[in-house]
């Protein structure tokens, strides 16, 4: 099970106010980068006979293996702001950190 904080929950109901006929935001793990695996985030404007709904998330099983026990937050770092997840699956980033690995 993913968690979210009330943080990205806010986050996750505005983008979702500002957009027609939206389900949810689909979060995708795919294969990625020099280690291994990327998350993706994009608008779901429908849900798949085998995908899981999460509050306002749309996962797929696939995806689901990689993020149970995930925490979701919404972090503002000065000026950069974004989803960040919180995963005690990963045993480590590639260097750039765009991608990890399990």
Known sequence: MIT?????????ALRLSEKKDVL??????SSAGCGGYAY???????????DILIGSLVIDPFSMAFLTGTRLEYKV???SEGFEFVNP????ECGCGES???
């Open 40 to 50: 993706n985030l994009e608008y779901s404007y429908k849900k798949n006979k085998e």
């Open 77 to 79: 770092e000065g000026l």
């Open 89 to 92: 699956n990963i045993s480590g």
């Open 4 to 12: 979210i904080s009330e943080g990205a929950k806010r986050i996750l």
């Open 100 to 102: 990890f690995y399990v």
């Open 24 to 29: 949810g935001i689909r979060v995708k793990v």
